[in-house]
Structure formats: structure tokens, C-alpha cells
T-cell receptor
Framework: TQLLEQSPQFLSIQEGENLTVYCNSSSVFSSLQWYRQEPGEGPVLLVT?????EVKKLKRLTFQFGDARKDSSLHITAAQPGDTGLYLC????????????FGTGTRLTIIP | DSGVTQTPKHLITATGQRVTLRCSPRSGDLSVYWYQQSLDQGLQFLIQ???????AKGNILERFSAQQFPDLHSELNLSSLELGDSALYFC?????????????????????FGPGTRLTVT
């Protein structure tokens, strides 16, 4: 079973600061996805990274896939209260498998 | 709006009862996934259906069952409910997306989640 560990588990920072959260595994993933979930709502897909070393930007969010495709990071610049939520990474359980393995999540709180 | 709908939004019932949760996937999506999320817990995969057939099973209890109908909507049945079954239940749908040719074994299965059903067992 491929496991995805996310760190930190909890992060609380002031508005305007920068932050990075991590998603790590000992296994290789063909792709990784990042989701954001707000309280009481379903996760919302933010991005999919596919190629080792790939960097994708979504406004103030920068996603990177590790060269070996075992890890990924999410960097947020100038965090805003609207960034508050649970950030989940996920990847196919096995190559070619539709079932996703979800990470443990990082619960981010941005303090105004 | 993800295009995935779930009903009901909230459900309160007593221990020992049976409930049915309903999910309609995005138009064109053939796969439906069910997840359970308890307080302060991650998403626990329960079961997947693809075009009416069971495709993968996760940590689903024997008291729970699901099915996907010809119109592709899915139902999750929870019976003999216990207090510990109180949780958010999400369904998600996806359509297989092939990656750029040449990337061996590479496909993405991006999932789109519904708003969830909050089940409270008293």
C-alpha cells in the first residue's frame, strides 16, 4: 500500500506570510493531486502534477512534483484568510489504478 | 460547483436504523467513489463503482453496501447503524484522463467531490 504523509499536520500563520506544506512517500506515483477542503464541504481539486520536477502555479499557490515523483510541495505566497482549509494530496494507489490514496492532510489557518 | 450532487445534506437517525445516501456523478463520469470522513480524520475510501460494476473496495464494513444504477447514480446503504458511524460521507466521480503519450502507466484520475452528507447517529 502506498502511503502519503503530509507535514505539518497543523499550521497557523498570520495573513501575508509565506508557507510551504509537504507531501511525502517512499513510493513512486505516476501523478499527484492537491485538494483543498473547507469545513463541512467536499474537497476541491486544485491541481494535478504529472512530470518529475514539474512546477505549476495557481495564482499565489505554487505546486512542485519531486524529481523522483515520490514527493510534492505546495507553497503559498502572501497567505490570505481565504486560504484557510484542509489541504490534501492524493495519488493513484498503483500505476494505472483509478483508486486514489489520500494523504493525512495539513490543516491550515490564516489569521487576519 | 463540482457537478456532483448528494442527498440528503444532513441525516439524523437512531442506532440500529438503516439509511440510504444518494449520489449523482458529473455528466459523463462513469466512476463513482464513496468516502467516509470522521471528525479530525482523513478521507477513508469505502468503495468504487465503474459503469455499474464494483471496481475497488476499501475499508467498508459488512453493514455497508453500495450500488450504481444504469443511469450512473449511486446509493450507499448503511444498516444497523452505530454511534461510531456518525461522519461525513462523500461521493466523488471521475473520468479517466490519459496523460501525454510516452509516459508509461501514466493516467490521471482526478476526482470531483460532492458536498457530502453529514450523518449523525444518536
Amino acid at each position: 500500500t502506498q502511503l502519503l504523509e503530509q507535514s505539518p499536520q497543523f499550521l497557523s500563520i498570520q495573513e501575508g506570510e509565506n508557507l510551504t506544506v509537504y507531501c511525502n512517500s517512499s513510493s513512486v506515483f505516476s501523478s499527484l493531486q492537491w485538494y483543498r477542503q473547507e469545513p463541512g464541504e467536499g474537497p476541491v481539486l486544485l491541481v494535478t502534477v504529472v512530470t518529475g520536477g514539474e512546477v505549476k502555479k495557481l495564482k499565489r499557490l505554487t505546486f512542485q512534483f519531486g524529481d523522483a515523483r515520490k514527493d510534492s510541495s505546495l507553497h503559498i505566497t502572501a497567505a490570505q484568510p481565504g486560504d484557510t482549509g484542509l489541504y490534501l494530496c492524493a495519488g493513484p494507489a498503483n500505476f494505472g489504478n483509478e483508486k486514489l490514496t489520500f494523504g493525512t492532510g495539513t490543516r491550515l489557518t490564516i489569521i487576519p | 460547483d463540482s457537478g456532483v450532487t448528494q442527498t440528503p445534506k444532513h441525516l439524523i437517525t437512531a442506532t440500529g436504523q438503516r439509511v440510504t445516501l444518494r449520489c449523482s456523478p458529473r455528466s459523463g463520469d462513469l466512476s463513482v467513489y464513496w468516502y467516509q470522513q470522521s471528525l479530525d480524520q482523513g478521507l477513508q475510501f469505502l468503495i468504487q463503482y465503474y459503469n455499474g460494476e464494483e471496481r475497488a473496495k476499501g475499508n467498508i464494513l459488512e453493514r455497508f453496501s453500495a450500488q450504481q444504477f444504469p443511469d450512473l447514480h449511486s446509493e450507499l446503504n448503511l444498516s444497523s447503524l452505530e454511534l461510531g458511524d456518525s461522519a461525513l460521507y462523500f461521493c466523488a466521480s471521475s473520468i479517466r484522463q490519459d496523460l501525454t503519450p510516452g509516459l508509461a502507466g501514466g493516467r490521471t484520475y482526478e476526482q470531483y467531490f460532492g458536498p457530502g452528507t453529514r450523518l449523525t447517529v444518536t
